[in-house]
Structure formats: structure tokens, C-alpha cells
């Protein structure tokens, strides 16, 4: 039962991660003048890990699919810093919108145990946090703060998209 | 010092928080300083292989284009060829220096490339091997140029993209001799900027700007784009210029590294003219 579920989160890892490589690393997007759309998918295996998993653990499996994703984009430490940010708040968003009577012991933060409303809202937070974090890393100045707003709010709403997307479509049950 | 280990417990997942991201801003700090390149050194080497793959996946879709500027090149490359032969050998760079040629000019090819961030990088299929190395300004196949490159492994090696926050090159207006400085501060790939030209500087929009030859990376004349809008923030003495770049970097596929084999010597020159 245990290795099955490690198996498919491994496999979630696995086709996230070559999503974001072949696919939407290729994307540039922009209209014109405007060059702000960058679209993140990978962060959804954060967002769907069991609530149970330890954060410590959480923190580690970003730093590491953030590396993977940093090799492939020659960008060394941002992608896993803003993973492992992600990783490190989610026991905070958790609480934050912990439903009147708890989590159940064994559910994940997914549409299917806590339903659309929730998950819209607790993904809309972690997402934007992420882009946040992600950009100023990018960036690492603080001059250029409008450049990290308008990409940070642009690419999420792309992001949120697709990440909706995939958890629509995966729906995971664990 | 029990305490000590339970408040390290209890407080673990914040210090392993901290630890992770100083491990990253160590990666970030180490790719921004120019001489520990050790982890990109590294990093180079381990995704290369595999990018070279990825890459070539993709490339079946570019074939047509591939093969149009190709030709274009050729047929470019035939002109030189016959302008060349038309004119006097002994006004040419070749023979002054022993008919080594000032430039020795590799070809490469990208095998991966970004413009959507604010610090862009570029990988070529060319290393030490080939000749490669630090430095080295890098040159679109047709026209205008490509970025400068970092680190170099055996047989790849990383550009900085024109498109990148610490590009700096030295530019001038074609046929009026202004220079300055070209960098990138928009999030257009399409525009640079052209800095540090006075204001006693007289141009026009669609004016050509031009690499000035003054640094080792680019041979003088190399074209890199046109004058679209200019203006003077107030309290300056310098121009803010626009520029459209003449290529499009996002499609750069076939480019050539230069080698400055003089780059040597003149750096050293260039060294000593601040202790005058």
C-alpha cells in the first residue's frame, strides 16, 4: 500500500518535472512589449503530498526536485531555494485553512478529500508565494521590485491554470 | 547540552529551512561571482549530454528554417570570399600577423538557450577542445551577436546571453563615432539600451549602432542594432537610447565563437592604462 503511493508520487515528480523541462521551459510567452509569463507547473507536487509527511521531509524533496529543475535551467539555487520556501510554509497554510473539524489522518490536500473551494484557495496562496519568493530570487535585488510584481502576478495566473489543469485531470485520491 | 539537543529538535524543521536556502544562496553567489565556477563547472558537464539530446529532439522541427538560413550564410560567406580575393592582400590583418589572421572564428552550435528570465544563459556544443574558452564574444550567423562566454568545460560551454543583467558591451554609432555602452534593462528580448553617449552626441533614429573593437570579446563593426527612440532623463548628461536588436537571440541556432588571438596582448595593455 505505502510503496504504491510513494511509487506514484515518484511518478508525479517524475512527469512534472519533464513537463516543465520540454514543454513550458520552451514556452516564451508575451504579447508585444509584455514579457511576464512564465509558467510553473512543477510546485503542484508540493501542494499534493500528504499532510501526514513530515515538513523536514517536505523540505528536502523540494530542495531536491528544485536542483533538477535548476541543472536544466542553468540557474543554480533558484528554483530549489523557492521550493524548499514552499515546502517550509505549507504546515503554516495548512493550519491557517484547517477546515472545523481537522484534516482526516490519512488524506492529502487534494480536490478530491477537500473539495474545490479549499483547494482553490489554499493552491491560490502557496502559488503566489512560490512565484514570489521565486522571482525576487530570480531577480536578487530589490530595484527592481515592479519587474518582480509583474511577472510574480502574471505567471500565476498561467500557473494556477495548469496547475488546475493537472490535478483536474489526475485528480489525486491518496 | 541535553537542552541544547532538544532545542535543535524542536526547532528542526526551521534550522533545516535555514541550512537549505544558505546552501542555495551559495549556488547563487557562486554563479554570480565570476571566478568560483566550480559548481558550474561541474553542473556543465553533468546536463550537457543530456541537453544535447533534448536538444536534438526539437531539432527536426527547426529543419526548414535551419536549412534556409543555411544557404543564406553560405551565399554570405561567397561574397566574403570574392571580396576578398578583388582586393589588395596587403591591407588585411593576415599578413601583418605572420597569415595567422587576427580572429580565428569556431563554429557552434545552440543546444540550449533562454530568454524569458532576467539573467539568461546559453549552452553551446563547443569546448576547450575546439578552443573555446573564456571570454569570447559569440556572433549570430548572419547578423548581429549572441552573448559572451562564461565557463567552458572539454567539449561544451556556457554563455552569458546578450540578454543578460551584467551584459555590458561596447558599442558606437555607425558614421558618427559616438560610443558607449550597450546593456539590458528591459524584459523585451527584442531591445537593449545603449548608455553613456553624451549629450553633445548628434545621431538620428535609424542610425546603426556598431561593436567599438575597444574590448577583446567582438572585432570592431560587428552590427547589433538600430536607434529606435532616445531621450535624456533630466539631471543627466548622457543619452537614454533604445535600440532594436538586429537578430532575434530567442531563434540564435548556428553561431560563431571569436577568438581574439591578440586578446592577450591587448589586455594587457588595457591593464596598464589605469596605473598611468
Redesign the interface.
Known amino acids: 500500500m505505502m510503496n504504491e503511493r510513494v511509487r506514484k508520487y515518484i511518478g508525479w515528480g517524475v512527469v512534472l518535472a519533464l513537463v516543465q523541462?520540454?514543454v513550458f521551459?520552451?514556452v516564451?510567452f508575451g504579447w508585444g512589449?509584455f514579457?511576464?509569463v512564465?509558467i510553473l507547473v512543477y510546485p503542484a507536487l508540493i501542494l499534493v503530498l500528504p499532510i501526514k509527511i513530515?515538513?523536514?521531509y517536505l523540505?528536502?524533496i523540494g530542495?531536491f526536485l528544485?536542483l533538477i529543475l535548476?541543472?536544466?535551467?542553468?540557474?543554480?539555487?533558484?528554483h530549489?531555494?523557492a521550493l524548499?520556501?514552499m515546502a517550509?510554509i505549507r504546515?503554516l497554510v495548512l493550519n491557517l485553512l484547517e477546515p472545523r473539524g481537522g484534516y482526516k489522518v490519512n488524506s492529502s490536500p487534494t480536490i478530491y478529500h477537500l473539495g474545490m473551494n479549499w483547494f482553490l484557495s489554499y493552491s491560490a496562496i502557496m502559488i503566489f508565494l512560490h512565484h514570489l519568493f521565486y522571482f525576487s530570487?530570480?531577480?536578487?535585488t530589490f530595484d527592481?521590485m515592479l519587474?518582480i510584481w509583474l511577472r510574480t502576478v502574471f505567471s500565476f495566473i498561467f500557473s494556477m491554470l495548469f496547475i488546475l489543469i493537472f490535478c483536474v485531470i489526475f485528480n489525486p485520491r491518496y | 547540552m541535553v537542552d541544547l539537543i532538544r532545542f535543535f529538535l524542536r526547532n528542526?524543521?526551521l534550522f533545516?529551512?535555514i541550512l537549505?536556502?544558505s546552501?542555495?544562496?551559495?549556488?547563487?553567489i557562486?554563479?554570480?561571482e565570476s571566478h568560483r565556477a566550480i559548481?558550474?563547472h561541474n553542473?556543465v558537464l553533468?546536463?550537457a549530454g543530456l541537453?544535447e539530446r533534448?536538444d536534438n529532439l526539437?531539432d527536426y522541427w527547426d529543419l526548414y528554417h535551419i536549412s534556409d538560413s543555411l544557404a543564406s550564410e553560405n551565399a554570405l560567406l561567397l561574397e566574403k570570399i570574392f571580396e576578398s580575393q578583388q582586393k589588395e592582400p596587403a591591407d588585411t590583418l593576415a599578413t601583418i600577423h605572420g597569415g595567422k589572421g587576427a580572429y580565428s572564428i569556431v563554429p557552434a552550435k545552440v543546444i540550449?538557450n533562454?530568454?524569458?528570465?532576467?539573467?539568461n544563459?546559453m549552452?553551446i556544443n563547443r569546448g576547450t577542445n575546439d578552443g573555446v574558452d573564456r571570454g569570447m564574444g559569440v556572433i549570430d550567423g548572419s547578423a548581429g551577436l549572441v552573448g559572451i562566454t562564461r565557463y567552458c568545460s572539454a567539449n561544451f560551454c556556457?554563455l552569458i546571453s546578450l540578454l543578460h543583467s551584467q551584459t555590458m558591451i561596447s558599442a558606437r554609432i555607425q558614421d558618427r563615432g559616438y560610443f558607449g555602452s550597450v546593456v539590458w534593462h528591459s524584459?523585451?528580448?527584442t531591445r537593449m539600451n545603449l548608455e553613456a553617449v553624451p549629450v553633445h552626441a548628434r545621431f538620428e533614429r535609424g542610425d546603426t549602432v556598431v561593436t567599438s573593437g575597444y574590448s577583446t570579446l567582438f572585432p570592431p563593426g560587428v552590427e547589433i542594432g538600430i536607434i529606435e527612440d532616445f531621450d535624456v532623463p533630466p539631471g543627466s548628461n548622457f543619452y537614454n537610447i533604445q535600440i532594436r536588436l538586429i537578430n532575434d537571440i530567442?531563434k540564435a541556432k548556428y553561431v560563431y565563437v571569436i577568438n581574439d588571438l591578440l586578446a592577450e596582448e591587448k589586455q594587457s595593455h588595457l591593464m596598464h592604462l589605469d596605473d598611468e
Open positions: 523541462i520540454l521551459r520552451e516564451n512589449d514579457y511576464h512564465h513530515p515538513r523536514t523540505m528536502i530542495f528544485g535548476d541543472l536544466f535551467y542553468l540557474s543554480p539555487g533558484i530549489s531555494s524548499v520556501f517550509f504546515t530570487m530570480e531577480v536578487f527592481e519587474y | 528542526g524543521a533545516l529551512f537549505l536556502q546552501i542555495c544562496f551559495w549556488m547563487l557562486t554563479f554570480n559548481f558550474l553542473k553533468v546536463t541537453q533534448i526539437f540550449y533562454r530568454i524569458g528570465g532576467r539573467n544563459n549552452l556556457r524584459v523585451n528580448p530567442s
